[in-house]
Structures are given as structure tokens and as C-alpha cells.
């Protein structure tokens, strides 16, 4: 059995060294796609962003980006979901966008304002919230 490992940048498809770490050193990009071949198959590591941007007045934050990969209780959907949310607090907006991590299809979108989305307390909140009472 062979192990070889790829390291390709997302953005301008150049091969970097298996031992790259950071920025591509050609555009300047962070998305680094690593493969991993082991044998026959080929494993892909994923990962995820999530961004804040705070400002004074904001709740906790002004706007917040969330870029993952989640695996899918779908089974037509084996290779998981690529989730993308924007919530923009200072333009009132909230984008969902749920993708086959496989294909790219969407399989989920939503945009609506932030009035009619009705945010839901995590259970430690509505128990914090008794006990406080």
C-alpha cells in the first residue's frame, strides 16, 4: 500500500510541496486543498471558517460568516453538505445556503430578514432563565 499526499491551492489550481503550510506563495490564497491517497481511496480533510465582525452596539456581533463542511443525515447525500451562513445584523439579513459537498447542488436556501427569523433558545438559556425567575 502507497501514501501520497497532494497539496493543490483552490483558488489558481497550482501543485504546492507535500509539506506546505499557509498562503499559496502564487496568488496569496488560503483555500489549500490536501488529499491524502492511501492505497486505493482517497481521503478528504475538511474543514471550516467562521468569521465576527463586532461592533460596539452589536449583541455579541454585527455580522457573522460560517463556511463548513457537516456530514448529512440524508443518505442520498454520502458525502456530506457544504453549509454557508451569513447573518447581517446591520442590514437586517440572514443567507443559508447548503450545498452537496459532491455535486455543488443546492439542497437548501434561505434568505430572509432577520424580523421574521425567529431565533431559538439553546436549552441551557430557557434554564438559565428559569432558575434567574
Known sequence: MTNNRTVTCQHCKKELPPDHKGHCPSCGSNKILFKISVGDGVILLRGGLQIRKKVKGFHEFAIK??????????????GGVNCELVIDKEKGIKHHITRDALTGEITHEEHEPLSRHKHQPKQQDKRWKQKSR
Open 65 to 78: 460568516i460560517v463556511q463548513r463542511w457537516r456530514p448529512s443525515g440524508d443518505p442520498k447525500l454520502g
